[in-house]
């Protein structure tokens, strides 16, 4: 079993709201990843945890937050957003055993965020 | 900084044909390399895996690797209209690293 699950499938917010992402996985990957993909454009990378601590901050501005409860769950702690950040954001997941060449990334379904 | 390049397409084949998708990358100390299927509207869904020079074949699709050329490409045979999509590489240094996606190659089969 490679799946990953999100929820919501869709999010439409207003700039002064506060939400949240959430993905899980149970598998027993221990990386865990949030990218942005904006329309006809490739993923980017926001966020990579490592045995449920942060690694990786792409330079990602402090209106998103992430947040590793345990190694099944990453959440996406959203608030202030700008119009600009509505994109499909995307959850993976992968063993993320350092040094480990065969570290396939499983992609969630994404939740599609619209920011009014 | 780590780059990697498709060419965007539309690329399109006659249905049956082989269809070659091609990616360069820039990071030499690139470890894994995939090819990832991506429809409209839907998320990346792993086609192909590769982390050794030459070739690797799974049932339609081969994935073939040049470390020294730093090229990757990927070969679909007996092409379906199914097959249709944005393909993406992306590359990363293994263990928990984030990947590096090109923009994608659209790929039209024509019936």
């Known amino acids: 079993d490679t799946e990953v699950t999100q929820t919501p499938k869709h999010l439409v917010m207003g700039m002064t709201n506060k939400k949240s992402l959430k993905c899980e996985q149970h598998m027993g990957h221990r990386a865990m990843y949030w990218y942005k993909q904006k329309a006809k454009k490739p993923p980017e990378l926001m966020f990579v945890y490592s045995y449920e601590k942060l690694s990786i901050n792409e330079s990602v501005p402090s209106r998103f937050s992430p947040e590793c409860p345990n190694s099944s769950l990453l959440n996406l702690h959203l608030h202030a957003l700008q119009p600009e950040d509505s994109a499909l954001y995307l959850c993976a997941s992968s063993h993320g055993v350092a040094g480990f060449r065969t570290d396939t990334q499983y992609f969630g379904p994404g939740t599609r965020l619209t920011v009014l | 900084q780590k780059e990697v390049e498709q060419n965007s397409g539309p690329l399109s084949v006659p249905e049956g044909a082989i269809a070659s998708l091609n990616c360069t990358y820039s990071d030499r100390g690139s470890q894994s390399f995939f090819w990832y299927r991506q429809y409209s509207g839907k998320s990346p869904e792993l086609i192909m895996f590769?982390?050794?020079?030459g070739d690797k074949e799974d049932g339609r699709f081969t994935a073939q690797l040049n470390k020294a050329s730093q090229y990757v490409s990927l070969l679909i045979r007996d092409s379906q209209p199914s097959d249709s999509a944005t393909y993406l590489c992306a590359v990363g240094r293994g263990g928990a690293d984030g990947l590096t996606f090109g923009k994608g190659t659209h790929l039209i089969i024509q019936p």
């Open positions: 590769i982390y050794s020079n």
